[in-house]
């Protein structure tokens, strides 16, 4: 940036937050163009959602949940992937700085960045692994990462992300507000588990204009989220124009793309 190249970076942004902060302050300053590599940002379940909730249709908005799941699936001490994973001194941690950093700054933007007041965390290696690997590759990153945060005007947010874990997947991140919620899909990587085709909808809510699950479901070939819809009104009862809700996810989905989901789910 310094020598007037714009930044496309992989994520995490750095390191640590002094690194980071320094990245900061220099695209400022040089006015350059700064940028990680936070793909979900960008999904169409994440820009329907932030519609939503710019348009107060969730009403207060009281917390929030990060989720991701592995079951098993740690970088080279089970089997696939460079030492370099597992080394902090490369890699800055583990399963939050991996995965954990798409879920956190998705449910961040769409919050609109709330200012943290009070954090508490931890950290969890539990899981036996392979001496030799773990020996070799000085394993000393979490693969379990845990966390509760308070922001500023009362909000919060819980956070669990894990590589490995004796557990079965957990349920999706989501956001709660007082008239209605919005749950993320679940992503998950396992050897022993796959997702199933359906899931809930995108909104959760018990008004007369609420996304009716009977008419929506979520492809599950990428850890991306896909809404599909399948062609019916999404309001139960079926409203004579369409309601909001309808209009934007119209506006995300083709009609050739739903068709062709609408065969695949069947």
Request: glycine fraction near 10%; include cysteine; aromatic fraction near 8%.
């Amino acid at each position: 940036m310094q020598s007037g190249k714009h930044c496309y970076c992989d994520k995490l942004i750095a390191g640590s937050y002094a690194n980071g902060k320094r990245m900061l302050d220099v695209a400022a300053a040089t006015g350059a163009m700064l940028h990680s590599q936070l793909s979900f940002l960008y999904n169409r379940e994440t820009r329907l959602a932030k519609r939503l909730i710019d348009a107060g249709r969730l009403g207060h908005i009281y917390h929030a949940r990060s989720t991701g799941f592995r079951r098993r699936n740690r970088p080279f001490v089970d089997g696939y992937g460079t030492e370099k994973f597992v080394d902090k001194t490369t890699s800055g941690g583990g399963a939050l700085c991996d995965m954990g950093v798409y879920h956190i700054s998705r449910l961040l933007y769409m919050l609109n960045t709330p200012t943290p007041q009070r954090i508490s965390e931890k950290i969890c290696q539990e899981t036996p692994n392979d001496d030799k690997h773990r020996a070799s590759s000085g394993y000393c990153v979490e693969e379990l990462g845990l966390g509760l945060v308070r922001f500023k005007g009362g909000l919060t947010m819980d956070i669990i992300e894990s590589w490995a874990i004796h557990m079965n997947p957990f349920g999706g991140s989501f956001i709660a507000g007082s008239q209605r919620g919005v749950p993320f899909r679940p992503t998950a990587t396992s050897k022993t588990w796959k997702p199933t085709p359906r899931l809930k909808p995108i909104i959760a809510t018990g008004d007369s204009t609420s996304l009716n699950p009977r008419s929506w479901s979520m492809t599950v070939p990428s850890t991306i989220g896909r809404l599909s819809y399948k062609g019916e009104s999404p309001c139960s009862p079926p409203p004579k124009s369409p309601c909001k809700p309808c209009s934007l996810a119209k506006a995300f989905i083709s009609p050739a793309r739903s068709a062709a989901r609408s065969r695949w789910m069947k």
